[in-house]
């Protein structure tokens, strides 16, 4: 009989953010690909109360419907009460309440033998109340944010400790994100290094001068893929660009602090040097990937960045911070360099590249584990490892 999962996912795509969760789902999808494993996913939407809630930026989320074929996936996506900015804590409590009677019904139907919650918070402390709402045991994946931010914060810490340790098996995106979660006190032994895929046949060698000329791009590019927030470091790049005459900077992702670093590039004068591309839909990252000579992301945080192993996947090397997986990620020189967050470091380093790049084949070899044949593998052998264990 095959393993029947409930994947408990917060982070998950729609039609009106099909960029979100991308990665979780293309997991997901690779897992429920097996003949060994039925997947059933429940991705809670999280609405204000009235009148908040009608405000035009949820309209799309309303809209929703609550359950649904998502490629080859039955997603159901019930709603739940959240306090905009404020209402973290609170969340896990009140996702509970609402999903609960959902997953019991499933449950009758058709019982499920293993939770696989995917992001650490609130994911992970629903998870653990389902668990012992039904009986069954429960996964949890580190993936970044979820443990340096969540795993960190007075209100939330402990939600988050004592869901890794009340889990049956835990999984992290690398090998340094599974000992950030023992120094929290979580059980290193009961943590499986789980990597992220990559799809080879999409992220692949393009010719960088013909995608530089379909895209109307000129000279060396830079790349930067990563939402717009502080933690990501984009303004280190954009203090960079002085030391880097006549690099082009893109900028592909959206977010609040846009704005800052658009102030940023004026007051250096590299303005025109810079192009914010927004959040470009993940089919299309490849030939922007093909076009750059460097993809950079000096991040203050990371797991196993998806955008690093992607860069890879293209030929394009990378230039990133020593943070997460870096250094189980760069295993050769020709992979890239990792730097300490000074925009003089990184500009050194880019300009290393520049001056004397790389192979495209040798970059790519990099990524050629980091596979989504492997990363399902290794998935479904952890939850059929934990199928049958005492809740």
Same mark, same amino acid.
């Not at 609170?90 to 996702?95: F, K, L």
């Not at 399902?376 to 952890?382: A, F, K, M, N, R």
């Given at each position: 009989?095959?393993?029947?999962?409930?994947?408990?996912?917060?982070?998950?795509?729609?039609?009106?953010?099909?960029?979100f969760?991308?990665?979780?789902?293309?997991?997901?999808?690779?897992?429920?690909?097996?003949?060994?494993?039925?997947?059933?996913?429940?991705?809670?939407v999280?609405?204000p109360?009235w009148?908040?809630?009608?405000?035009?930026?949820?309209a799309?989320?309303?809209?929703?419907?609550r359950k649904?074929?998502?490629?080859?996936?039955?997603?159901?996506?019930?709603?739940?009460?959240?306090?905009p900015?404020?209402?973290?804590p609170?969340?896990?409590?009140? *996702?509970t309440?609402?999903?609960?009677?959902?997953?019991?019904?499933?449950?009758?139907?058709?019982?499920?033998?293993?939770?696989?919650?995917?992001?650490?918070?609130?994911?992970?402390?629903?998870?653990?109340r389902?668990?012992?709402a039904l009986?069954?045991p429960?996964?949890?994946?580190?993936?970044?944010?979820?443990?340096?931010?969540w795993?960190?914060?007075?209100?939330?810490?402990? *939600?988050?400790?004592?869901?890794?340790?009340?889990?049956?098996?835990?999984l992290?995106?690398?090998d340094?994100?599974?000992?950030? *979660?023992?120094?929290?006190? *979580?059980?290193?032994?009961?943590?499986?290094?789980?990597?992220t895929?990559?799809?080879?046949?999409?992220?692949e060698?393009?010719?960088?001068?013909q995608?530089?000329?379909?895209?109307?791009?000129?000279?060396?590019?830079?790349?930067?893929?990563?939402?717009?927030?502080p933690?990501?470091?984009?303004?280190?790049?954009?203090?960079?660009?002085?030391?880097?005459?006549d690099?082009?900077?893109?900028?592909?992702?959206?977010?609040?602090?846009?704005?800052?670093?658009?102030?940023l590039?004026q007051?250096l004068g590299?303005e025109?040097r810079?192009?914010?591309?927004?959040?470009?839909?993940?089919?299309?990252?490849?030939?922007?990937?093909?076009?750059?000579?460097?993809?950079?992301?000096p991040?203050?945080?990371?797991?196993?960045?998806?955008?690093?192993v992607?860069?890879l996947?293209?030929g394009?090397?990378?230039?990133?911070?020593?943070?997460?997986g870096?250094?189980?990620?760069?295993?050769?020189?020709?992979?890239?360099?990792?730097?300490?967050?000074?925009?003089?470091?990184?500009a050194?380093?880019?300009?290393?590249?520049?001056?004397?790049?790389?192979a495209?084949e040798k970059v790519?070899e990099?990524?050629?584990?980091?596979?989504?044949?492997a990363n399902?593998?290794?998935?479904?052998?952890?939850l059929?490892?934990?199928a049958?264990?005492?809740?």
């Open positions: 009989m095959p393993l029947n999962i409930l994947m408990l996912s917060t982070l998950f795509p729609d039609i009106s953010r099909p960029n969760g991308v990665f979780v789902e293309r997991q997901a999808r690779e897992l429920a690909s097996r003949a060994e494993a039925d997947v059933t996913v429940i991705a809670p999280g609405l109360p009148p908040l809630s009608m405000a035009g930026r949820y799309p989320l309303r809209a929703l419907p649904e074929r998502w490629r080859e996936l039955t997603v159901y996506r019930p709603t739940f009460p959240i306090i900015a404020i209402g973290g609170a969340n896990v409590i009140t *996702m309440r609402a999903i609960l009677p959902l997953v019991k019904k499933l449950h009758a139907q058709k019982p499920f033998d293993v939770i696989d919650a995917s992001f650490f918070f609130p994911d992970g402390p629903v998870a653990q389902l668990s012992k009986g069954i429960y996964s949890v994946k580190a993936r970044g944010a979820d443990i340096h931010h795993g960190v914060q007075r209100s939330t810490r402990k *939600m988050v400790r004592r869901a890794g340790e009340d889990a049956a098996g835990l992290a995106v690398s340094a994100m599974r000992r950030s *979660m023992g120094r929290m006190g *979580m059980d290193e032994d009961n943590i499986r290094v789980h990597y895929g990559v799809d080879l046949d999409t992220f060698l393009s010719d960088r001068a995608a530089k000329e379909m895209l109307g791009f000129s000279g060396p590019v830079v790349l930067c893929v990563g939402a717009l927030i933690r990501k470091g984009q303004d280190l790049l954009v203090r960079a660009l002085p030391a880097l005459p690099v082009t900077l893109l900028l592909a992702g959206q977010g609040q602090y846009r704005r800052t670093l658009e102030n590039a007051e590299v025109r810079i192009g914010f591309l927004g959040s470009v839909p993940h089919h299309k990252l490849p030939r922007i990937f093909a076009a750059a000579d460097v993809m950079a992301l991040s203050s945080s990371e797991g196993l960045a998806n955008a690093w992607e860069a996947a293209c394009t090397p990378i230039v990133i911070s020593d943070v997460g870096a250094r189980e990620l760069l295993d050769r020189p020709e992979a890239g360099r990792i730097v300490e967050r000074e925009p003089d470091a990184i050194e380093a880019i300009s290393a590249i520049l001056a004397n790049p790389p495209p790519r990099t990524a050629l584990r980091f596979t989504w044949g399902g593998d290794t998935l479904l052998t952890h059929q490892g934990l049958g264990k005492s809740a």
